[in-house]
């Protein structure tokens, strides 16, 4: 009931259902915290989210950011966004969440998607792990 309410409002507030389907909710718990996070509809999101479930180890990373490695590298080909605060470091292969402020996108920064909640739980010192998992 909850998730077609979601839906339904998804629809009204984008005009349209077909970008609806496309967005894809993930939850990464970091101890007893939850952070929820959007994808966006591309290339490397869509690579990513095939991975999931995935527990990664978090470090820091310019006091600003926290990078993991994924299994799996991502392709660079995907739809430029031009922010957001989950990205895929193609150089290094590595997932970053910006936890001070939003990255913009380069050529080698693909923006995967943009936190809904939770991301200050990001914002602690050293090595954490973290499960990521797709949300139905």
């Given at each position: 009931m909850a998730r077609s309410l979601i839906f339904v409002i998804v629809v009204i507030l984008?005009?349209?259902?077909?970008?609806a389907e496309s967005m894809k909710r993930i939850r990464f718990t970091?101890?007893?915290?939850?952070?929820?996070?959007?994808?966006?509809?591309?290339?490397a999101a869509r690579e990513?989210?095939?991975?999931?479930?995935?527990?990664?180890?978090?470090?820091?990373?310019?006091?600003?950011?926290k990078?993991?490695?994924?299994p799996r590298k991502l392709s660079?080909?995907?739809?430029?966004?031009?922010?957001?605060?989950?990205a895929y470091y193609a150089p290094w292969g590595n997932i970053a969440v910006f936890y001070k402020e939003e990255a913009s996108a380069t050529a080698d920064l693909l923006i995967l998607?943009?936190?809904?909640?939770?991301?200050?739980f990001f914002h602690v010192g050293g090595s954490f792990e973290v499960k990521i998992e797709a949300l139905e």
């Open positions: 984008t005009g349209s259902i077909a970008k970091i101890g007893k915290n939850s952070a929820i996070a959007v994808l966006y509809n591309t290339q990513f989210a095939a991975q999931l479930p995935l527990t990664l180890t978090f470090k820091d990373f310019a006091s600003k950011e990078i993991a490695y994924p660079g080909k995907s739809k430029q966004n031009s922010e957001g605060d989950f998607g943009q936190f809904e909640s939770g991301k200050q």
